[in-house]
């Protein structure tokens, strides 16, 4: 079924719900094993709402969520097809994008296999919240490259507080803040790693909705253009907090481990 074909609503979707001894199940579960990324979604689900939802009903009705519905682009395909960005300048947000999956040898695919592990393609509700939240999914390391948030452990963290405050979800609000309550605990470092957080969440709040971009037409525009136009600031205390545990001789990718001889601060 095309997306612009699908109910707004499936008869077997439920729209809120709130089970924090859940989500603290499954982050006990994620602390234990920071690759387990399928915790994530179990989080997210067990503190789903209704705010979230709203957003993605009145995009979806909108004229741009329309247009974007019409063109029924398959994000994943296209962000994996590199062939297609060949024609780009070197400091487009498609060549940034490039290097950047090449370097974390990660696939837009690659997210969405993860997901399925949570709950199988064939079991999801087909109906334009599953469109919508399938664009939060898919967008995710783009988000990175275009914050300028890392794929060390305080760049997700970082980066979950500014997906929470474009699109509302509690349980991305949850893991960001309890990874940082985790973090400091784990770590002992002096960086301001909760302020980092909330700066991550006041940047997300100012920026235009990262999501409801036209994918295609953002990856053409340079890296510094789009983070103009669509007013993304500068991770400041981020960066801050990299170059304090650099300086503790704690790792900058997960302070919690202890001393590595990795640098780079400033990623993407």
């Given at each position: 079924?095309?997306?612009?074909e699908r109910?707004l609503h499936?008869?077997?979707?439920t729209l809120?719900?709130?089970q924090?001894?859940k989500a603290?199940r ?8 920071k690759e ?6 179990h989080?997210?689900?067990a ?9 993605a ?6 004229d741009a ?9 398959d994000?994943?395909t296209?962000?994996?097809d590199h062939s297609?960005?060949a024609?780009?300048?070197d400091?487009?947000?498609a060549?940034?994008?490039?290097r950047?999956?090449k370097r974390e040898?990660?696939t837009?695919?690659g997210?969405v296999?993860e997901s ?14 599953e469109?919508?939240f ?10 990175h490259?275009?914050?300028g948030?890392?794929?060390?452990a305080l ?5 979950l507080?500014?997906?929470y405050?474009?699109?509302?979800n509690r349980?991305?609000q949850?893991?960001?803040?309890a990874g940082?309550?985790q973090?400091?605990?784990?770590s002992?470092s002096?960086?301001?790693i ?10 997300g709040a100012?920026?235009?909705?990262l ?6 037409s953002?990856?053409r ?7 103009a136009r669509l007013?993304?600031?500068?991770p400041?205390l981020?960066?801050q907090c990299?170059r304090?545990f650099?300086a503790?001789?704690?790792s ?13 601060c400033?990623?993407?």
């Open positions: 079924m095309l997306p612009i109910p499936h008869p077997g979707r809120s719900g709130f924090p001894l603290l499954h982050f006990r579960h994620l602390v234990a094993d387990d990324t399928e915790q994530v979604f989080i997210i689900e503190l789903k709402g209704r705010k979230s939802a709203k957003q009903a009145d995009f979806v009705q909108s969520g329309r247009d974007l519905l019409a063109k029924n682009t994000i994943p296209m962000l994996d297609r960005w024609d780009c300048g400091d487009s947000v060549a940034h994008y490039m950047f999956m040898g990660l837009a695919a997210l296999e399925y592990k949570w709950q199988p393609k064939d079991k999801r509700p087909e109906d334009l919240y469109w919508y399938e664009r939060l999914r898919d967008t995710h390391d783009l988000f490259v275009l914050t948030y890392g794929r060390d760049g997700e963290l970082c980066l507080g500014f997906s405050a474009q699109n509302h349980g991305v949850f893991i960001a803040y940082a309550h973090m400091r605990k784990d002992g002096k960086a301001p909760f302020a980092a957080v909330r700066e991550g969440q006041r940047l100012a920026a235009a909705k999501a409801h971009q036209d994918v295609e953002l990856m525009e340079t890296l510094a253009d789009a983070r007013n993304i600031g500068e400041e981020y960066r990299l304090t650099e503790e001789g704690l900058t990718q997960d302070p919690g481990k202890g001393s590595t001889g990795q640098t780079g400033c990623a993407a």
